[in-house]
């Protein structure tokens, strides 16, 4: 039993701790940008307000690990050649996956795409969506990978100290979906389900991979990255007149059946890779 009230006061102080350093820089930076938490958030801001508390992460989880005898091999992170083969297998599945599902739903009639091949290069130049595309990439290898060796890694490492593996992958799913409400409010919580869902989905890679995050870092890059580069080229809608079980909400993914279908297969396929299938 002591083992529970110690577990969250570790929890309770990374977390305040690493917030607390953030808000420092967050407060007026959210001022300036006239931020309210816990509405949806313009993604200008989301991403300025994400970039400073994304990188304060690694310094926080480095004094944690010192005060707890822990190392970043315990969260799931290694430098090896074996790990990067691993993340870029994550990301292409992930990449794979969003592709194929956004082939069957446009067949299917769930969704249309109003900006055609040609309208998208007519917009830009070659050299400019280049860049874009560059710049989403290391967009979703930074988010990914800060965001699983937090929740993925450090959380669910301190959970397991204490709690079940299930169950501390329930507990710390929550807590990732809940945290996003910060930057999308009531509208997030359509979201809420298919959040946990990921998240569950991301440990369950993580076990899958021998307790190492490379492979949930690239699933979870390859997802960011994915629908960064669906809604800035593509733009689907849903079709009005299908049920948004089936179409999603607008520029709302893990809304609809399909994507936890997806989220659900792509587990599924990890694992069969794991045992060398």
């Known amino acids: 039993m002591e083992l529970l009230p110690h577990t969250f006061k570790v929890i309770a102080i990374f977390s305040l701790g690493w917030l607390g350093v953030w808000s420092v820089v967050a407060i007026p930076l ?20 994400l970039m400073p508390l994304y990188a304060i992460a690694p310094i926080a989880i480095t004094i944690a690990n010192r005060q707890l005898g822990q190392t970043w091999a315990d969260q799931g992170l290694s430098g090896t050649v074996d ?13 794979a996956g969003l592709s194929a599902l956004l082939w069957l739903k446009r067949r299917c009639g769930l969704i249309t795409l109003p900006l055609s091949d040609a309208n998208v290069s007519l917009r830009a130049s070659f050299t400019t969506q280049l860049l874009t595309g560059l710049g989403l990439l290391l967009l979703g290898l930074g988010i990914g990978g800060i965001e699983e ?30 945290a996003h409400l910060v930057w999308e409010g009531r509208s997030g919580l359509w ?14 890679a993580r076990w899958a ?6 492979i949930a870092w ?53 694992w069969w ?5």
């Open 30 to 49: 959210g001022q300036k940008l006239g931020w309210r938490p816990f509405r949806a958030t313009p993604p200008e801001q989301k991403l300025a307000l």
């Open 83 to 95: 790990s990067a083969i691993e993340l870029l297998l994550g990301w292409s599945i992930a990449i």
């Open 149 to 178: 060796l937090v929740f993925r890694g450090w959380l669910q490492t301190q959970l397991e100290l204490t709690f079940l593996p299930w169950v501390a992958a329930i507990t710390a799913s929550v807590i990732f979906a809940l």
């Open 191 to 204: 979201k809420q389900p298919g959040l946990w869902l990921l998240g569950m989905v991301l440990v369950s």
């Open 209 to 214: 991979d021998g307790g190492a995050i490379a």
């Open 218 to 270: 690239g699933l979870h890059a390859g997802w960011v990255t994915g629908l960064a580069y669906i809604g800035e080229f593509l733009q689907p809608l849903p079709v009005a007149d299908k049920p948004t079980w089936l179409t999603g909400r607008v520029a709302q993914p893990l809304t609809d059946i399909g994507d936890g279908i997806l989220l659900v297969v792509t587990a599924g396929l990890i």
């Open 273 to 277: 890779l794991s045992k060398g299938v």
